[in-house]
């Protein structure tokens, strides 16, 4: 059986492709069209399924693919429909369309660069902040609202240097401790017996180390925030490119996980993809409903358990304000801290009158601004538990 | 086993109602050898798939349950460090020399669940059944762990620097459970066969009361599985899963219900309902209400 891990495998020219193979393929290809990623190995998988299962059946047919080419239940509804549409097609021709097997192979032969423990790496040690000029001073009390493109640019790169972490929280993970204390290490003790005749004179201990707890980030996309909307989402890509344990939620209408869409290292690309997978970019906004969508099917589930889950809104919502206010409370029960981020909060005369912002404010730990790059690095070193002043 | 349809006799026959998607996805992982990872709501049987699986198969069932800060001394091994302190102390008193090989050997080792499913032993009989093991929650461990999991659901294989690499002949049947509480890393999801498990439509779940609990009257048990699909339609934070359905089922029965009205779902909510928002969203739609539909539906 070829090994899904090695792309190269699948190079051994099949002589003849059987029927499976080729339905495989060209089903692969559907869904690469509509925007599944479906690496090669997969493919190949849902090729020996087909063997396993026969491919007389429709129903035999869609469940060895769902088996093998899905991973997330969100992709079901395409699935469905790339499904229908595609075995219409074939059942009407008779035979799935001849595919070029070299096109597919090029698709995607580092489907697997993503291997888990490249994930691990440590934040990049860039400097934090450590360019000042000028320039750059200016650009970090400038309003967002105000920028122009090229200033916009240039804020790229000082948003690269904002670090995001979460506070620390105690790990139910150990690690070796360097003074006496904690619990007793025996597999180190046992080591260093060894030296000594199988004497332990010289005991090791082990203590609970420290990780950062998840950031979760919910960034209101709606048409009010729309001259902060930029601003923020390259912030949330700098967030979730920073580090692991962050994630990231675009609300408008509706609620979009767009974590996956921003871990691309490159600023632009991912604020692309980012921007291609929310549909209701510069809508209405409906933050109460977007927030029950988070509670029910991430946050109470253990997304939003014990994490920092910050909130950049302007706090207009066309829905029910006490709809907002109930879900805020569920999840300020169950998060560590709840950051509310206001690019609105800056101006003189601004008071928390939205009334979406009133239902929430009750529930929100931490009131900030949001405007330019100076409030951003307030709201970092808040996130990250440092005490700050104001 | 030869077709989809035997592996749901099977499971049938060990009180377990599949559908053929899950029917499939099972088929699969055995015919195709590849850890099937199973993800969906709580309470919808996710872990009783491996528990059914240990039974019908006979393999022994070996689990392991995820937690954040599991390591591999928890999962894979770990060396009986008292033994080895209390054998190197006996060996000195006796005046011996202590040999550090000695120390090391498998009498010293301590299986975890990850091992023993590997390292598995024939039985009295001779017979070689290969466990089902059971990777239950991994969503709670971290992401270390998941790629240290990666690395043994891809070969089948455990090397113990000291002693060598444990290898299974046949594979253990894996079943891996998550709730999405983050993603599963790519890499774990492409190696496993992956399979949602939704809730039962009213029919599979009337099939499945029949079977799990048997002892609730028809009718009873005809309006239960109504009135949960009915529950289900109603934004709950927490729909009743299929064990809060058999719970709320056992719960009527005991009180000698073989209908429901509305004193009977009113104080029993709380079995199938464990959120007071959810009470209180089914109360304010209506408890008379859904007695009504469930009673239409289940005719």
Not at chain 1, 31 to 52: C, H, I, K, M, Q
């Amino acid at each position: 059986m070829p090994e899904a891990a090695t792309p190269g495998v699948e190079h051994s020219p099949v002589a003849a492709p059987t029927e499976p193979d080729r339905l495989a393929v060209g089903f692969a290809r559907v869904l690469r069209g509509a925007g599944l990623d479906v690496p090669v190995g997969t493919t190949v998988l849902f090729a020996e399924a087909l063997g396993a299962v026969g491919v007389s059946t429709r129903d035999s047919v869609y469940w060895a693919g769902r088996t093998t080419l899905l991973s997330r239940p969100e992709d079901i509804e395409l699935y469905d429909r790339c499904f229908a549409a595609w075995w219409e097609r074939v059942f009407q021709l008779g035979s799935a369309p001849v595919e070029e097997r070299e096109v597919i192979l090029a698709f995607d032969a580092d489907g697997d660069d993503d291997a888990p423990e490249d994930d691990s790496s440590e934040p990049r040690d860039a400097p934090t902040l450590a360019v000042r000029f000028s320039r750059a001073e200016v650009l970090r009390q400038r309003d967002f609202a105000h920028y122009s493109p090229d200033e916009f640019a240039e804020s790229r790169r000082l948003m690269d240097d904002l670090r995001m972490s979460g506070a620390t929280r105690r790990s139910r993970r150990m690690r070796a401790s360097r003074h006496d204390r904690g619990r007793p290490d025996l597999r180190r003790t046992v080591r260093r017996a060894l030296r000594t005749a199988g004497e332990p004179i010289s005991r090791a201990y082990v203590e609970p180390s420290e990780r950062p707890r998840r950031l979760v980030l919910l960034c209101d996309v709606s048409g009010s925030m729309e001259a902060y909307a930029r601003g923020l989402v390259r912030f949330l890509h700098a967030a979730v490119v920073g580090r692991g344990r962050v994630e990231a939620f675009a609300v408008g209408t509706r609620l979009t996980r767009i974590t996956r869409e921003l871990s691309s290292r490159d600023p632009d690309a991912a604020i692309a993809a980012a921007a291609r997978r929310v549909t209701d970019w510069s809508g209405g906004t409906r933050l109460g409903e977007g927030l029950r969508q988070f509670n029910d099917e991430w946050g109470i589930r253990g997304m939003a358990r014990g994490a920092v889950v910050v909130i950049l809104s302007d706090g207009w919502d066309r829905g029910d304000p006490e709809l907002l206010g109930e879900q805020m409370e569920r999840l300020h029960r169950v998060a560590h801290q709840v950051v509310w981020v206001n690019p609105l909060k800056s101006s003189p005369n601004f008071a928390p009158l939205a009334r979406g912002m009133a239902a929430a404010l009750p529930h929100v730990d931490e009131f900030v601004e949001g405007h330019n790059l100076a409030s951003l690095e307030q709201l970092a070193r808040i996130v990250s538990g440092e005490k700050v002043t104001r | 086993m030869e077709t989809v349809d035997d592996v749901r006799a099977a499971l049938a026959q060990h009180d377990y109602l599949a559908d053929e998607g899950l029917a499939t996805a099972i088929f699969l992982a055995i015919r195709l050898q590849r850890p099937l990872l199973l993800e969906g709501e709580a309470g919808v049987g996710k872990t009783e798939v491996a528990k059914v699986l240990a039974r019908w198969t006979g393999g022994e069932l070996v689990r392991l349950q995820c937690y954040e800060g599991i390591d591999a001394a928890q999962a894979v091994y770990e060396w009986d460090y008292a033994r080895q302190l209390l054998h190197l102390r006996a060996v000195e008193a006796g005046g011996g020399e202590v040999v550090e090989d000695e120390l090391y050997s498998e009498r010293f080792l301590v299986k975890r669940p990850l091992m023993r499913a590997i390292a598995y032993e024939a039985d009295s009989l001779g017979a070689v059944a290969p466990p089902v093991l059971l990777v239950d929650e991994v969503d709670r461990a971290d992401d270390e762990f998941e790629a240290f999991l990666l690395e043994i659901l891809s070969d089948y294989t455990v090397t113990v620097p000291e002693l060598g690499t444990f290898h299974a002949e046949v594979p253990p049947l894996v079943v891996v459970t998550s709730n999405r509480t983050r993603d599963v890393h790519d890499a774990l999801k492409r190696r496993c066969l992956y399979h949602w498990i939704a809730h039962p439509d009213f029919e599979r779940e009337l099939a499945i009361l029949r079977v799990r609990a048997p002892e609730v009257p028809d009718q009873l048990a005809r309006e239960v599985a109504a009135a949960v699909a009915s529950m289900r339609e109603l934004e709950l934070y927490k729909p009743p899963g299929v064990a809060e359905t058999i719970d709320w089922a056992n719960a009527l029965a005991a009180l000698g219900r073989t209908t429901i009205d509305e004193h009977a779902v009113e104080v029993t909510l709380g079995t199938i309902l464990k959120y007071r928002e959810d009470q209180e969203r089914t109360r304010a739609s209506g408890i008379e209400e859904l007695v009504r539909t469930a009673a239409e539906r289940s005719a």
